[in-house]
């Protein structure tokens, strides 16, 4: 059985370069994989704050039920 310099079979020796081995050469362009193209420009475009007027409004919602659904069993 004929073996390369590193003693791996011939079968298994890729003497082809791989793409991933080279260096980018220019502009590198990320590509991410998204499943709404709107929804990943908006959030691009503007960064959620967990303290916005909206998120305010959702802690005090959920703060209030919570508390009415604690003190429902004592009354």
Same mark, same amino acid.
């Given at each position: 059985? $004929? *073996?390369?310099?590193? !003693?791996?079979?011939?079968?298994?020796?890729?003497?082809?370069?791989?793409?991933? $081995? *080279?260096?980018?050469? !220019?502009?590198?362009?990320?590509?991410?994989?998204?499943?709404?193209v709107?929804?990943? *420009?908006?959030?691009? !475009?503007?960064?959620?704050?967990?303290?916005?007027?909206?998120?305010?409004?959702?802690?005090f919602?959920?703060?209030?039920?919570?508390?009415q659904?604690?003190?429902?069993?004592?009354?």
């Amino acid at each position: 059985m $004929d *073996e390369t310099k590193e !003693g791996v079979p011939p079968a298994y020796s890729n003497d082809v370069p791989d793409i991933h $081995d *080279e260096k980018p050469t !220019g502009r590198v362009v990320q590509e991410e994989a998204v499943h709404s193209v709107a929804l990943a *420009e908006a959030l691009q !475009g503007s960064k959620p704050s967990l303290w916005s007027k909206n998120m305010l409004k959702l802690y005090f919602i959920m703060g209030k039920n919570t508390i009415q659904t604690t003190s429902f069993r004592f009354v």
